[in-house]
Every structure is written in structure tokens, then in C-alpha cells.
């Protein structure tokens, strides 16, 4: 690929030569996410201030450079896949946590906060980020705003949306606004936060941001509970959550996915159910008996085989390690893994898993079906082989059918992930034309050369 020579020169005399990487040895180690999408950049820079940030962002305006935002790419739905002759720019040295204000329960950090430190920095003076992306230990705050992260406890505590206050960005001409700020309250002018989180990187960047935080739990139980059908466990979901506990976290593993994890781990996971429900309940510690009693007597109510309630830290971890290993288990089976996200109301979740095993079998494709059916996301992974086309021809026809059904449950095509590349040629499915048009206008109006991170969310070379 040829590379532009004048801009690699004109980036290293604005950050200097040790902030920009134009080998291709250095380009490749940026040319995936999470997906099994790839592309070369012409350049990767690695600033570490916004003045940084918006000089790269001047630049690529004037010269018309595309520039893709990237965290630690584990995104999984192809956002951070750098474009043909693109700036990709590693926000990951911005790394401080610049305050953490007990008074006011808020942090101020920069966007490669990687969300594991920034959880483990809060809960150490009492207080609590709950947004868990499970790829928290490696995912960054900037990648969680920009896809708006979820994760098992958005049950009971929301999703990255919820805690953003205030946010820096930087814009397409590089300039640098501030929104929302370290209030609670915040009602002046449109709502700006809200249309950057979740937008991918396509309408700025995101160069420090105020996440609100709250008391830290006292403590927490987790139970596993086995069920011969599918069915049960589903309804067992829908009777916990009528008993008004909303527990911190619901999550269903089918049959498919405890038999790769077995394999995988061999932690003794029962091979003769249809699926697991883990749940985890938190709150003040004399609340917990009372709550794991009634889940526990719901879900021997509703039929489950066996409920296992852990009893140490060891337990609870062990339980845990199954869920938290179902990516790599799953890989086991097929090097490629097409990761949705479909999320229907959680009453439609049984509907959504049986329509998902009908496509499975009809299009012969290994599907494993977990997530967190608490709040309605679940994650059917597709396990392919990218190398044979026929099976990936077949799986795209799959996951089409999948999406409509989760549209036809009153459902979304994401709850999570992000629209990025993968899921562009489906968004219209879910908006029509006039919803993207409308999309599509405001990106305009943000990006008018369409340089943000093109080819995201809408499709197309240029949005
Ligand atoms: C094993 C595994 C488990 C996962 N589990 C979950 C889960 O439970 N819940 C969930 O929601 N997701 C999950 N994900 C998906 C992924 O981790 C999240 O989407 C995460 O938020 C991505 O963060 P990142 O730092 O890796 O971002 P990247 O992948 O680097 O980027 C993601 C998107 O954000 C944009 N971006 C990055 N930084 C910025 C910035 N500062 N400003 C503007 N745009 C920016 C990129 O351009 C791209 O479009 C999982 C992924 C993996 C691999």
C-alpha cells in the first residue's frame, strides 16, 4: 500500500517521532478489533493530550485523511477496523484517572482508562462504577462511551449511558467542546453527551469524560441453577423479576455453550440440561439471605434440576469462570466467531432462543446462544470458518433471519455492541430509510467531510 509520505512527516512535527508508527509491522498490530474484520492504516498515531488529540483532527480535516478513534480494540462489532489510507489514533496512553470526588460520587478520566482499573480504583474507597463489560480487564472508558458498553449488571444498574455526566470531545475540524459537566442535573441546550455515547467514534472523540458513581455494594451471593428446558429457565427469569429482586446480574448459558465450556474447562458443568441461569444478587449483606432464599425457591418452583448457592469467594469465582470463559471456550470449536448481540424485551427471550435454534438447524451452522437474558441481550455466536466461503454466505443468511426475528419480538438488532461495520447493512431493517436519513443528517452536520471514522454504523466508503 502507498503510503502519504507528507502527512506520516507532518504528524511526526506535530506530536514528534515517537507518538507516530507507519511501519507495517506496526500498522498490522492495529488492523483488527474483536471481529474477524480487518484493515490496514497508513499510520497509527499514540497521542497523550487533547491539544494532541485536535491537531491530528485539524490536520486530517484539511488534508481530508480519514482517522479511526481506537481503545483496546475488543469490539465486536468491527468499530475500530481501520479504513483504507487512514490515521488510526491509539487513545490508550491518555490513561490517567485525573480525580476521583467522593463528595460529588463522580470520576474524571481520561478515555484509555482501562474499565477494570478504574472499577478496582473506586471500589477501594467505597464507591462503584457498575458498567461490566466482560472485557473489562482490557477494554477502555473511551471504547465503553463510544459503543456504550453493557454487561451483566445492566439489569439492575444500566449501562454506560447512565453514568456519563459531562464529556470532552474533540470534533471533526478539530475543535474541542464540552458537554453536560459534574452535575446531576443538566438540562441546557440538547442533550450532546447522549448522541456521542454510543456513537462509535463517527461524530467525535472523546478526549476525558465525568462518570458518575455510586455507594459500592457491602456484598454479594451468586447461585447457579440447572434446568432440563430451556423454557423453564426462561420462565424462571420472568417469575425472579415479577418477585420484585432485581438481581445484579441474570445470565443464561444454552446447552451448546455449556458443552464447548466443559470441553474447555472441565469444571464438572451438568451435560444433561438445556441451560444454566447464574445469578448474582448484591446489596446490604443482611438483605442477601432473604433474597437468594426467595431466587432459590423460584427457581426449584419453576423446575430447575439442581440450585447451587456458592458459600466462599472460591465458589463464586468458580461459578463465574464458566460464563466468563465461553469466548475462548467457544473458539475451540471453529477459528471464526460472529458475535451478536439481537436484545428483545425480556418476556420474547424463550421466543428469541427458539427462533435462533430453528435458524441454526435450518442453515446447519453451530450456534452457541448466552448473554445476559435478564435484560433481554443475549449473544448467539455464530462459530464458522472464515476460509470457507459457502459456510460464511451461509451464516450471513442466518444472521439476518436472526435480526428480523429479534425486530419481529419488538427487539434491536444491538443492545450492546454497536452497529460498526458488521451489522451496517442491517440498520435500515430497524430504522427504515427516513430513521437513517435522519442519522445520517446528523453525522453530516457533525462530520461534513465524513473523515470520522467512515464506513461505520451507515456503510459505504465515506458516510
Ligand atoms: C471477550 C469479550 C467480551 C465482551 N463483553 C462485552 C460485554 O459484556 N458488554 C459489552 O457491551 N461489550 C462487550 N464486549 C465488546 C467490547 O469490549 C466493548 O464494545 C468495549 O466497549 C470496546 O472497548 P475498546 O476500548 O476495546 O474499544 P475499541 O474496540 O477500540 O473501539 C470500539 C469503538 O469505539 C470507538 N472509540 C474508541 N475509543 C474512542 C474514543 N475515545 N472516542 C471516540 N470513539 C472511540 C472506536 O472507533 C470503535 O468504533 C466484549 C468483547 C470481548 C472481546
Known sequence: MKKNEKIIKQLIKLLGQEKVYSSLEDCL??????????????????????QEVASVMKLASQENIPVVPRGAGTGLSGGAVPVEGSVVIDLT?????????PANMLAVVEPGVVTAHLHKTVEEMGLFYPPDPSSANVSTIGGNI?????GPRGLKY???????????????????????????????GYDLCRLFVGSEGTLGIVTRAVLRLIPKPEARRTIRADFKTIEEAAETITAILSAGVIPA??????????RCVENYLRVGLPLDVEAILLIEVDGPALSLPEQVKTIAALCQQYGAARVRVAETKEEETEL?????????????????????????????VPALIKAIKEIARRYNLDIVIFGHAGDGNLHPNILVDKSNPEEMERAERAIAEIFQAALSLGGTLSGEHGIGL?????????????GVA??????????????????????GARN
Open 29 to 50: 498490530c492495529y488492523s483488527y478489533d474483536g471481529t474477524f474484520r480487518t484493515g490496514v492504516p497508513s499510520v497509527v498515531v499514540r497521542p497523550s493530550s487533547t
Open 93 to 101: 496512553s491518555m490513561n490517567r484517572i485525573l480525580k476521583v470526588d
Open 146 to 150: 463510544a459503543e456504550c458498553a453493557g
Open 158 to 188: 444500566g449501562v454506560t449511558r447512565d453514568y456519563v455526566l459531562g464529556l470532552e470531545v474533540v470534533l471533526a475540524g478539530g475543535e474541542v467542546i464540552n458537554c453536560g459537566g459534574e452535575t446531576i442535573k443538566n438540562v441546557s
Open 249 to 258: 446480574a441474570l445470565e443464561i448459558m444454552d446447552d451448546v455453550t455449556i
Open 422 to 434: 458488521l451489522k451496517a447493512p442491517f440498520l435500515e431493517m430497524e430504522y427504515g430509510q427516513s
Open 438 to 459: 435522519l442519522m445520517r443528517r446528523i453525522k453530516e452536520a457533525l462530520d461534513p467531510r465524513g473523515i470520522l471514522n467512515p464506513g461505520k454504523i451507515f456503510g
Open 320 to 348: 463465574w469462570r464458566a460464563r466468563k470463559s465461553v469466548s475462548p471456550a467457544v473458539v475451540q470449536v471453529k477459528p471464526t466467531k460472529i458475535s451478536e448481540d439481537a436484545t428483545v424485551p425480556r418476556k420474547n
